[in-house]
């Protein structure tokens, strides 16, 4: 059984910083891509960050320059740096991954449970 389990999440002020991490585990053959979305109150559910296994990196423009996403592929991770937070970026952020399962012969997309993040004062 392959899981997303996210950790990082909690409350902050404007102008401070989160890290997420977001770790795969399960019997997997292979990760790809890797990625954070986020959720916010009466809102649908937006990409934020993606990285491939390679390390190429795509960004929203609202996080361009405040957000970092990076991996560790050999322990089937993703992280995201979030700087200079603002409110418009509470959420619940999911960790999504497209994984190969040991027990498959193809690729399919996993979700985390998501973990709140909130920016106030």
């Known amino acids: 059984q392959v899981q997303l389990v996210e950790s990082g999440g909690g409350l902050v002020q404007p102008g401070g910083s989160l890290r997420l991490s977001c770790a795969a585990s399960?019997?997997?053959?292979?990760?790809?891509?890797m990625g954070w979305y986020r959720q916010g109150p009466g809102n649908q559910r937006e990409l934020v960050a993606t990285?491939?296994?390679?390390?190429?990196?795509k960004y929203q423009d609202s996080v361009k320059g405040r957000f970092t996403i990076s991996r560790d592929n050999a322990k089937n991770t993703v992280f995201l740096q979030m700087n200079s937070l603002k409110p418009e970026d509470t959420a619940v952020y999911y960790c999504?991954?497209?994984?190969?399962?040991?027990?498959?012969?193809?690729?399919?997309?996993?979700w985390g449970q998501g973990t709140q993040v909130t920016v106030s004062s």
């Open positions: 399960g019997s997997i053959y292979s990760v790809t891509s």
């Open positions: 999504h991954a497209i994984i190969t399962p040991r027990t498959a012969d193809w690729a399919d997309p996993y």
């Open positions: 990285i491939t296994s390679g390390s190429s990196t």
